[in-house]
């Protein structure tokens, strides 16, 4: 059930990252910052994962079987699940040690934004405040987000 | 509250210390070392002062550079196998020491290029290299840390490794190898350590360990960066202040450290300003940023700094506040003794690169753990000086 519920939050991150950055310009400024495509994997040890392909200037989509250039591994099915349903922040479970990162920590530092940022769309404000050390403004309803999110 | 603690690293320090090396080089089984420094320290002969400890057959590498890259490590590596060693000795600051992290950690993981490596607690126990480590200079700590920072020419940007499996098996802390440092290196990598022990006390990841390392760093810089300044080769101050080094070291590679490192490695990277230097001028501006957030831990910092009198003598919501003022006095005595730059002013032409350094501010892993959230905006206005200069 764990495993499910991170598989399902996962795809629901990438769709509101894919609406995002056509619809707010911090997001597409981010990933855009990086100059080059680039492969990203988010995965959970013994658990889901998904891989994400960013063209420059263009958007994501998801891909398999790729070798990634930045690749995010959760350590426990349990932080994760804490992590993927907004009870605990990236930032908390950077400090927990709660992850791994191969590739450039410096180039991850814009995804770890852009999580933050579809958070603040996909997650309620209650969350939001709880998770995130600063608000930010939300260019477009959370509804139409949303509804682009499922059904775009 | 969940944390995590490394430190592995066994030290040798105080006089004679490196007298041990052999010994040393003999449990880890080193019959044929690699020496690796650079030329400064070549030329006035540091390697005799290791190697007079020294019978065994050894290489010698001396050709690292003040900000060294990727390839000078993919070099030694290949280096290294040619003359057939089998361990690695590292004498000098921190570009040399994390230069043999590179070099270690592309042996241990039997790895062809460094960037196949890169990235934070992913590496998995490597193939056994021993690696000692010996400072010339007491600031970076990197003799304790788990971090390895390296250049990559081409793509002009840092590259950071963060692993348990990264720190040395041993480090000696002689003062012999630091009483001739210049008084103004001097300060500013004392200025360093104080940086790392403030930051790793005041920042997100900090930890009751952590804490332990930084407070004992604080105490013991304040009570000796003056004293250096007149009495630089006294073996007692030397190694007072190697140790606190080393101790920084051990407190902010468990516990990272902010805001001030982050603009420091972008203002580094972008313009050349030597790292100490920067922590110089950047530490009292970012206290000043971070203070409303910061102002009860400062306000201990105020202790460690050795001010009991004040301290007891402060209303409580001015302590962090007299923290700073303490240390921005005790900067401007080391900028009159020794030079030491203390002002962001200095950098020349700061004003066209404003926007490049924040941008990579901005990307700096430090920034994630300081306590206060800055975004681009606020790391420009510390650099235009609204936090003062």
């Known amino acids: 059930m764990k495993k499910l519920i991170i598989w399902v939050v996962m795809q629901f991150l990438y769709r509101g990252m894919k609406v995002l950055y056509h619809d707010d310009p911090r997001m597409k400024e981010e990933l855009d910052g990086w100059k080059q495509d680039k492969f990203l994997t988010l995965q959970v040890m013994h658990g889901p994962s998904i891989t994400i392909k960013y063209t420059y200037q263009k958007g994501l989509q998801k891909v398999k079987n790729v070798k990634p250039d930045i690749c995010i591994t959760f350590k426990s099915i349990q932080t994760a699940l804490l992590v993927f349903t907004g009870m605990m922040s990236v930032k908390s479970a950077y400090l927990e040690h709660r992850f791994s990162l191969r590739g450039d920590v410096f180039e991850s530092m814009r995804f770890v934004r852009c999580v933050d940022l579809v958070e603040t769309y996909l997650f309620p404000r209650f969350m939001t405040k709880r998770i995130l050390n600063h608000q930010e403004k939300k260019y477009k309803p959370t509804l139409l987000i949303y509804i682009k999110a499922l059904f775009a | ?389």
């Open chain 2, 1 to 389: 509250m969940y944390f995590e603690f490394v430190n592995k690293t066994k030290v040798c320090a105080g006089k004679n210390a490196l007298t041990q090396l052999e010994y040393e080089c003999q449990q880890y089984h080193m019959k044929h070392p690699l020496i690796l420094t650079d030329q400064v320290l070549y030329q006035l002969k540091y390697v005799d002062i290791l190697t007079k400890h020294l019978s065994l057959e050894y290489s010698l590498y001396t050709d690292i550079p003040v900000d060294s890259s990727i390839h000078t490590i993919e070099d030694i590596k290949d280096f290294y196998i040619k003359e057939n060693c089998d361990g690695l000795i590292a004498l000098g600051g921190g570009s040399v020491l994390d230069t043999a992290k590179g070099v270690y950690l592309m042996l241990s993981q039997e790895c062809e290029s460094i960037e196949d490596i890169l990235g934070f607690e992913d590496l998995k126990l490597g193939k056994d290299v021993p690696f000692f480590a010996i400072p010339t200079t007491s600031g970076t700590g990197s003799e304790a840390t788990c971090v390895a920072v390296v250049s990559h020419p081409e793509k002009q940007v840092k590259l950071e490794i963060i692993s348990q499996h990264i720190q040395s098996h041993v480090a000696f802390l002689d003062p012999v190898l630091t009483q001739n440092l210049p008084l103004k290196t001097t300060a500013s990598t004392g200025i360093d350590a104080l940086t790392h022990a403030i930051e790793a006390y005041t920042c997100s990841q900090k930890n009751p360990i952590s804490d332990a390392y930084a407070i004992l760093a604080i105490q013991t810089i304040s009570q000796n960066i003056l004293k250096v300044i007149d009495n630089p080769k006294d073996e007692n101050i030397r190694l007072n202040l190697a140790l606190a080094s080393y101790e920084a070291g051990c407190a902010f590679s468990n516990s990272m450290v902010g805001i001030v490192h982050a603009i420091g490695h972008a203002l580094g990277a972008v313009c050349h300003i030597a790292h100490g230097d920067a922590m110089s001028m950047l530490l009292i501006p970012c206290m000043r940023y971070n203070l409303e957030v910061n102002k009860d831990l400062y306000g201990d910092v105020l202790l460690y700094l050795g001010q009991k009198e004040l301290y007891s003598q402060t209303p409580k919501e001015q302590l962090g506040q007299k923290a700073i003022d303490y240390i921005a006095s005790l900067l401007q005595t080391l900028h009159e003794k020794t030079n030491l730059p203390v002002s962001l002013g200095s950098v020349e032409n700061l004003s066209e690169h404003i926007n490049e350094v924040a941008e990579k501010a901005l990307n700096d892993g430090a920034l994630i753990v300081n306590n206060k959230y800055a975004n681009k905006q606020d790391i420009i206005n510390i650099l235009e000086g609204h936090y003062g200069y």
